[in-house]
């Protein structure tokens, strides 16, 4: 009876060496993001981080209200330039990658990078040094590594001219 007592005491068994690297790996995620938010914003750009959109997947969309071709979109990080020119907003989204599974894991989720592709001038990988080759990446994605000093843009992505509108009639959230 007092060893049932011990284990519905919340003695739980020590973590995993998977749920450890687990744990390292969902806290240097969101360091590599709070280090590429601080490095794209003294680089002059606005930026949002964990967002999530709703992307209309066909390129003509004629009845947008009742649309049921929405891809929905996460993206790590979401920037703008800081411009009051709409042309030269350049709109990039960066999926951060902090593990070679990670790097494995947003590769395979194809339909997710293209719909990020229809919101984005820009598609950049951002890992760790060592975690991602740049021959790996196909066109159009770019690599952007981290280190200690800093990052690096390894390989610049292939751009796509985007101006982003939202769809009338567009009501901001209160």
Partial sequence: MHADRAVTAGHSPAPSSSDRESSQASSGHAALVSKLVAYLKESGRQTWEDVKFKVFAAA????????????????????????????????????????????????????????????????????????????????????????????????????TKHLLQPLPPFVAAS
């Fill in 60 to 159: 003509e969309m004629t009845n947008w209200a009742t649309s049921t071709d929405i891809a929905p979109v996460h993206a790590d990080v979401f920037s703008l330039r800081q411009t009051q020119d709409k042309e030269q907003a350049n709109p990039c989204v960066y999926q951060v990658v902090v593990t070679r599974t990670d790097f494995l894991a947003a590769m395979a989720q194809r339909q997710q990078r293209a719909a990020c592709e229809l919101i984005s001038e820009g598609f950049y990988f951002v890992a760790p040094v060592g975690v991602v080759a740049p021959q790996e990446l196909p066109a159009p994605y770019g690599l952007v590594t981290s280190d200690q000093t800093g990052f690096t843009v390894v390989k610049a992505p292939v751009f």
